[in-house]
């Protein structure tokens, strides 16, 4: 089993919508999480820290969910700029060990 | 911001030469990650090191080998180039302090070994 497991997609969603994917990690010993963008031949760039009470940037919610082991990020009012593909990020402790694990990536395209 | 720099973009190489791939960072981050990214398989960690002269294993270290000697330069080297190190390589640093401090990524090289 992946350490992290997300859905690939892609996912085609019309401009204006909502989508949500989710993501789950196999290791409860996981501190500290991310959402990541990759855009197309470009390299990764941190959207946002996940915190364990949720939060929200804009048009981007994160929230954790430690007991069932998953990371979800939720994007309102899609920009045709969000298609992009979405990459979970996981690190096992705060402190001395910086190695993040990351997920294969979920590919959005926002549809005009 | 934070700049980390790849020396190439584009590289190709032959079978058996001796590759390497530099990376620069310049905001004094301790930490400093290789990684190469492959279709379906996402990225995955080479070797990383948290202080000059200290390397550590990632998941995939076989083929490769690092350099720290210098804080702001981490260069990975493909000893004996096989075409099954063709390859989207990225660098990443990062800075101390545990929590959540995100790593921030170079351009990347995409490497092909013919």
């Known amino acids: 089993r992946k350490e992290v497991e997300q859905d690939p997609g892609p996912f085609n969603v019309p401009e204006g919508a909502t989508v949500a994917f989710n993501c789950t990690y196999s290791?409860?010993?996981?501190?500290?999480f991310f959402w990541y963008r990759q855009d197309c031949r470009k390299e990764p760039k941190l959207l946002m820290s996940?915190?364990?009470s949720g939060n929200e940037d804009g048009r981007f919610t994160a929230q954790l969910n430690r007991a069932s082991q998953y990371i979800s990020l939720l994007i309102r009012d899609s920009k045709l700029s969000d298609s992009a593909t979405y990459l979970c990020?996981?690190?096992?402790?705060?402190?001395?060990?910086?190695?993040?694990?990351f997920g294969t990536g979920t590919r959005l395209t926002i549809i005009p | 911001d934070v700049k980390v720099t790849q020396s190439s973009r584009y590289l190709v190489k032959r079978t058996g030469e001796k590759v390497f791939l530099e990376c620069v960072q310049d905001?004094?981050?301790?930490?400093m990650f290789w990684y190469r990214q492959d279709p379906g398989l996402g990225l995955r960690l080479i070797y990383f090191?948290?202080?000059?002269?200290?390397?550590e294993k990632g998941d995939i270290p076989e083929g490769y080998s690092v350099s720290r000697e210098k804080k702001e330069r981490f260069s990975l080297i493909l000893e004996s180039a096989s075409t099954n190190q063709t390859s989207m390589y990225l660098c990443?640093?990062?800075?101390?302090?545990?929590?959540?401090?995100?790593?921030?990524f170079g351009d990347g090289t995409r490497l092909s070994i013919l």
């Open positions: 905001m004094d981050h301790e930490n």
């Open positions: 996940v915190y364990s």
């Open positions: 990443a640093s990062s800075g101390e302090g545990g929590g959540n401090q995100p790593q921030h």
């Open positions: 090191s948290y202080d000059v002269k200290m390397k």
């Open positions: 990020v996981v690190k096992k402790s705060n402190f001395g060990n910086e190695k993040l694990t």
């Open positions: 290791n409860s010993a996981s501190q500290s």
